[in-house]
């Protein structure tokens, strides 16, 4: 984007209130990103925190090719990646834990059935792939275009299309099978 671009080229003049919009026009969004990867609030904000203090170091090299929340989208994303695979293993936690995401807007009754939809929807990311999961919210938090996913993952397009709609496949049976009671949270035991 131009504004983008402008503000970018303030904050590089030393304008930190350019950085101020910078970060405040993207950070709600790749805090949800990478909470939704990591199921895990304070590491989502651990990566977002890394990923704009890099983005600031770097800030008299970079140049933006393309959209900027696509650019920093992939940035989460590979410090997820990373971060996992400093663990060694997947990073869950119980459902009770999980950050929920959500615009409620005041309504109680619209807060609880969008927090057991949000509490659905991280129960079935959880259970797939991650290359399936990283897809789909790159494609879906990150808005990133399928070539742009394939650029950053450096793989196929047709690799990055076949993970999206395997994984979209498995999270509509997974929701599915939960709607017919087939799956049980571990909180309902």
Same mark, same amino acid.
């Given at each position: 984007?131009?504004?983008?671009?402008?503000?970018?080229? +303030?904050?590089? !003049?030393? !304008?930190r209130q350019a950085f101020?919009?910078?970060?405040? +026009?993207?950070?709600? !969004?790749?805090?949800?990103l990478a909470t939704y990867m990591l199921i895990d609030r304070a590491g989502a904000e651990d990566v977002v925190q890394d990923v704009f203090v890099q983005f600031v170091q770097n800030i008299g090299e970079f140049r933006l090719k393309g959209s900027l929340k696509s650019y920093l989208s992939t940035c989460v994303a590979n410090r997820v990646r990373d971060r996992m695979r400093q663990a060694k293993r997947r990073a869950t936690v119980s459902l009770d834990e999980a950050y929920v995401v959500t615009s409620t807007e005041g309504?109680?009754?619209r807060a609880l059935i969008t927090s057991e939809d949000t509490k659905r929807l991280q129960h079935a990311l959880v259970q797939l792939p991650y290359e399936q999961k990283e897809v789909i919210l790159l494609?879906?938090?990150? =808005?990133? +275009?399928?070539? =742009?996913?394939?650029?950053?993952r450096q793989v196929s397009t047709k690799?990055?299309?076949?993970?999206?709609?395997?994984?979209l496949d498995k999270l509509r049976a997974?929701?599915?099978?939960?709607?017919n009671g087939e799956v049980r949270y =571990?909180?309902?035991r």
């Open positions: 984007m131009l504004q983008d671009r402008l503000l970018i080229r +303030k904050f590089r !003049d030393g !304008d101020r919009q910078l970060y405040e +026009k993207y950070v709600d !969004d790749l805090l949800s309504n109680p009754v494609r879906l938090h990150g =808005e990133m +275009k399928y070539r =742009e996913i394939a650029q950053a690799t990055v299309l076949s993970r999206y709609r395997y994984g997974l929701l599915n099978s939960e709607l =571990e909180t309902d």
